[in-house]
């Protein structure tokens, strides 16, 4: 049924469940004895989350070692740029933040749990952190290079995606959603630009900047207009759940081509979110409409994935049918979609910008806030 060929990172991240017929499971859905066995697998992880947590990592990269080659992607907060690693010849992405900056936006907090939360990860649909830096005006966040670029720009160019790569891409985004939640991190921006695809087709999730450790509920708000739950719009403090609503809206945007609510002012695309009011366009069938449906609930209670059942209301939802779980996390399945990538430090798949000098000052500037980084 499919490929046993290792389209990805299995090395980083194997999981086999013990079931001795995996194929009658898919069959059947994705049974609660597997969803145990996951279970157990994803407290291994959440410990390995936590002692990274607690620890300070140690890097082998020299700052002066690392090449500028051009700009990847600006942001709100600051730009990502391409690097070249001279002695290993290997790419990075390196995302520069002035402190400046992240002081008059008060995101000083949220700046170092990006951090601290991309050193912790470790899972094989995230970006993690290879090293970072600070100077006197600066701090620098060094990650790999995913050279597919952003689902967004794949979204655009092809208008909407067919079902099997929406289902492809979904189901990552899942199991992502999945890992961050049981390490008790919230991600708080889920959008096609934060999506990008690498070069085995499959999906890394990058910018952790509003992503934090949540115990009870929280109130900050933050996200992108269109893909802001209503509960958060109505600052009624929330947690977990706001999640699963951005990925509703994800899932509606990937097999759509465009968000489920939106409108020029981003005060009416709010009404029009806490209305929860949309229209599926005829193409989507029963299954997906059911699903979206499920999702984009504003009654949280009624929510998919964030009810009793968890995610398994999602991985034995009508519309996953056939999805093999573990092969995509052992990213075993053959990717619908591989993108164009001549060499290593191709970035063709990213838009152009102009570039702006990074010039850090003669003196070391906000020392005290900038610390602990
Ligand atoms: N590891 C990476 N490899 C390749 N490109 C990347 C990587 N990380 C980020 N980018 C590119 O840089 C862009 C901006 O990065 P990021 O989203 O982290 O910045 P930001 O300032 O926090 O953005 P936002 O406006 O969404 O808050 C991304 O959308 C993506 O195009
Ligand atoms: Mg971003």
Not at 60 to 88: C, N, P, W, Y
Not at 333 to 348: C, E, L, Q, R
């Amino acid at each position: 049924m499919y490929s046993r060929r290792n389209f990805g990172s299995a090395k980083e991240i194997s999981y086999r469940s013990t079931s001795q017929s995996p194929s009658l499971d898919v069959r059947d859905g994705y049974t609660e004895q597997q969803q145990l066995q996951y279970t157990k697998y994803l407290k291994k992880l959440r410990n390995e989350f936590e002692e990274r947590w607690c620890k300070t990592p140690t890097f082998d990269i020299a700052f002066s070692d690392l090449e500028r080659v051009k700009t990847l992607g600006t942001g709100a907060f600051g730009r990502v740029i391409l690097l070249k690693h001279l002695k290993s010849s290997k790419y990075y992405a390196m995302k520069v933040l002035e402190k400046e900056k992240i002081i008059k936006m008060k995101q000083v907090d949220h700046t170092l749990y990006e951090k601290r939360i991309l050193e912790a990860i470790k899972f094989p649909f995230t970006v993690s952190m290879e090293c970072s830096f600070k100077d006197n005006s600066y701090i620098y966040f060094i990650m790999p290079f995913i050279p597919g670029g952003e689902m967004f720009t794949h979204l655009r160019r092809m208008g909407k995606f067919e079902e099997p790569l929406a289902k492809f891409y979904a189901s990552q985004v899942i199991l992502a959603i999945e890992y961050l939640h049981f390490c008790n991190l919230v991600y708080r921006d889920l959008k096609p630009e934060n999506i990008l695809i690498d070069k085995n087709g499959y999906l890394k999730i990058t910018d952790f900047g509003f992503c934090k450790i949540l115990q009870g509920r929280t109130w900050t708000l933050c996200g992108t207009p269109e893909y802001l739950a209503p509960e958060l719009i109505l600052s009624k403090g929330y947690g977990f759940s706001v999640d699963w609503w951005s990925f509703g809206v994800l899932l509606f945007e990937m097999n759509a081509g465009y968000p489920p609510f939106y409108a020029n002012d981003p005060m009416k695309t709010y009404e029009k979110i806490v209305s929860g009011k949309y229209r599926c366009p005829s193409s989507f069938n029963a299954d997906l409409r059911d699903l979206v449906r499920n999702v984009l609930q504003v009654d949280i209670t009624k929510r998919l994935g964030v009810m009793k059942n968890g995610v398994m209301d999602y991985k034995n939802h009508r519309w996953f049918r056939g999805i093999e779980w573990e092969a995509i996390l052992n990213c075993r399945i053959p990717p619908p979609f591989i993108p164009k990538y001549k060499s290593p430090g191709d970035t063709s798949n990213f838009e152009r910008y102009d570039e702006e000098s990074i010039t850090p000052a003669s003196y070391c500037r906000f020392e005290s806030e900038f610390m602990d980084f």
